[in-house]
């Protein structure tokens, strides 16, 4: 059965850090490109980063662009997104989903893209 968990998620003061975990169950996550997602209350939910199964290539969306980092380690079967440089409007429930291919294209921002979620881990910043 595919089973994906986020953790890591809390409440930090802008201009903090957060790493984020994804771990994942019932497939091999070296077969598939791994997204980060995140939503707010009332708003859709964004891509914000797509990995693919070799890490190339690689997507940031541009509200994130530079700040955050998605990584992964296909023998753990975990993939991981740092976050750094906090903002108050990165607040929002972060979810990490398997994508429908084993890499990512243009459109990683499509929630359409993937097949499979997590239940989601809060992240909240504010001072």
């Known amino acids: 059965q595919v089973h994906l968990e986020e953790s890591g998620g809390g409440s930090v003061q802008p201009g903090g850090s957060l790493r984020l975990y994804c771990a994942a169950s019932?497939?091999?996550?070296?077969?598939?490109?791994i997204g980060w997602l995140r939503q707010v209350p009332g708003k859709e939910r964004e891509g914000i980063s797509c990995?693919?199964?070799?890490?190339?290539?690689?997507y940031y969306s541009n509200s994130v662009k530079g700040r955050f980092t998605i990584s992964r380690d296909n023998r753990k079967n975990i993939a991981y997104l740092e976050m750094n440089n906090l903002k108050p409007e990165d607040t929002a429930i972060y979810y990490c989903?398997?994508?429908?291919?084993?890499?990512?294209?243009?459109?990683?921002?499509?929630?359409?893209?993937?097949?499979?979620w997590g239940q989601g881990t809060q992240v909240t910043v504010s001072s």
């Open positions: 989903a398997r994508a429908k291919a084993f890499t990512c294209s243009g459109g990683y921002y499509h929630t359409d893209m993937y097949d499979f």
């Open positions: 019932g497939f091999r996550l070296g077969d598939y490109a």
């Open positions: 990995i693919s199964n070799s890490e190339d290539p690689i």
